[in-house]
T-cell receptor
């Protein structure tokens, strides 16, 4: 149980392109999903918390106009990197919880490796 | 002081030995603690969760929690080469039970 699917797994595109990444909870409903970014040899950096039916909460320093998050249903959250540039190249990972309590762990998707040329 | 710290690696142990991974956290109100394993180029996968002081065992893995010392550890018995990965400690915050703070990770290499 608690399977999270993320798509696509790899994206290579030109600078200036917008890229959409999907995160789906396959066997549970996720009121809250999280988006992380990870650079090589570094730990996970939380970008934003995505709540179904409401605006995402962005971490300090993360541009909300650059990284658009939509959590339109209990099983789907999307991250759109708008006008991507080479410095946006990174490993983007989503996660979801099975419930709102602190003792419920996050389950991660397989991640999306984004390369901007 | 960082919110979650882990012992610096890389940590190398011979196959069959016990690997000990340590984590300290700064939020005294934290209630839930998780260990994730992350293979190179992959996303994290949950290994253990622990909420109460003491030990929790699951197969070759034992998590230990001491809230008074703000310390949580992971022991891996009979280490296997397939255990070679980065281990991430994650701690919930008292102020936000939804979010967890991840430590920087400890890289473990099990040498055959």
């Amino acid at each position: 149980g608690a399977v999270v699917s993320q798509h696509p797994s790899w994206v290579i595109c030109k600078s200036g392109t917008s890229v959409k990444i999907e995160c789906r909870s396959l066997d549970f409903q996720a009121t809250t999903m999280f988006w992380y970014r990870q650079f090589p040899k570094q730990s996970l950096m939380l970008m934003a918390t995505s709540n179904e039916g409401s605006k995402a909460t962005y971490e300090q320093g993360v541009e909300k106009d650059k990284f658009l998050i939509n959590h339109a249903s209990l099983t789907l959250s999307t991250l759109t990197v708008t006008s991507a540039h080479p410095e946006d190249s990174s490993f983007y990972i989503c996660s979801a919880k099975t419930g709102p309590y602190s003792n419920q762990p996050q389950h991660f998707g397989d991640g999306t490796r984004l390369s901007i040329l | 002081q960082k919110e979650v710290e882990q012992n610096s690696g890389p940590l190398s142990v011979p196959e069959g030995a016990i690997a000990s991974l340590n984590c300290t956290y700064s939020d005294r109100g934290s209630q839930s603690f998780f260990w994730y394993r992350q293979y190179s180029g992959k996303s994290p996968e949950l290994i253990m969760s622990i909420y109460s002081n003491g030990d929790k065992e699951d197969g070759r893995f034992t998590a230990q929690l001491n809230k008074a010392s703000q310390y949580v550890s992971l022991l891996i018995r009979d280490s296997q080469p397939s255990d070679s990965a980065t281990y991430l400690c994650a701690v919930t915050l008292k102020t936000s039970y939804d979010k967890v703070i991840f430590g920087p990770g400890t890289s473990l290499s099990v040498i055959p």
